[in-house]
């Protein structure tokens, strides 16, 4: 991503890969440094708009992070944005904001103008799964585990409406792609605070904080098991 923006220092996309990469590795600082010259922009895309609102939840400053889900859905309420990729993240920017019900239906355009956007589909299950319908949401992870068996979000998805030894097993299938998914390790440390096996719950914990010190999961996590610990 680096070498890219040194020769194409406009090109968005990789700005937000870039931003995402330095937030999934603890450091959010400079994840908002590279982001804020977009967003001041009154054409940032609604990616963009999304993961910094994002970024200054991480850090405590959520009213600064509300103005910029609001933007995000203005930009929808004027008829700007078109593609499915511009629907989904304005569908996050509802949820964040807790419009619950404007969410939904921004995925389910999202996935009508293009059925191929598999991170709508998770993301979709993701608002069932926090809703508390699991039927719909094992629908949209089963969408992309039929497309992409391998798909990350959607095997920790799936896993964290199921229980016992079958998630486990998503959770390590998710693990054997990607060992640095911290969704996958967080619900499995959980797991294992729950059989009372804490020392494996720390484990994975420490996993966690080796590539994100900022994870704020794993933190609480850990005092969790500190506190049955005495």
């Not at 992070?65 to 995000?72: D, L, P």
């Not at 998630?167 to 619900?187: G, I, T």
């Not at 096996?197 to 996993?207: N, Q, T, V």
């Amino acid at each position: 991503c680096r070498k890219t923006l040194s020769e194409q220092a406009n090109e968005l996309r990789i700005v937000n890969q870039l931003a995402e990469i330095l937030a999934m590795t603890g450091r959010s600082d400079e994840a908002l440094g590279i982001l804020e010259p977009v967003v001041s922009h009154a054409a940032a895309s609604p990616r963009s708009l999304v993961q910094y609102g994002k970024l200054l939840q991480l850090r405590g400053r959520r009213n600064e992070a509300t103005g910029f889900f609001q933007r995000a859905t203005t930009l929808y309420d004027s008829g700007r944005l078109i593609t499915s990729d511009d629907l989904a993240m304005i569908g996050v920017a509802n949820w964040s904001l807790e419009r619950f019900h404007d969410a939904n239906r921004l995925f389910r355009e999202a996935l009508r103008a293009n059925p191929d956007n598999l991170e709508a589909e998770v993301l979709w299950g993701d608002l069932f799964r926090e809703k508390h319908n699991r039927a719909e949401a094992r629908k949209s992870y089963s969408a992309v585990l039929e497309r992409n068996p391998k798909h990350v979000p959607a095997l920790v998805g799936m896993a964290k409406t199921l229980h016992g030894s079958v998630a486990q097993k998503l959770l390590q299938d998710a693990l054997a792609v990607n060992p640095f998914n911290e969704s996958a390790l967080v619900a499995l440390a959980e797991i294992a605070i729950e059989d009372d096996r804490l020392d494996r719950a720390a484990a994975y914990l420490s996993r966690i904080l080796e590539f994100n010190r900022e994870s704020l999961d794993a933190r609480v996590l850990l005092a969790a098991i500190a506190y049955l610990e005495e």
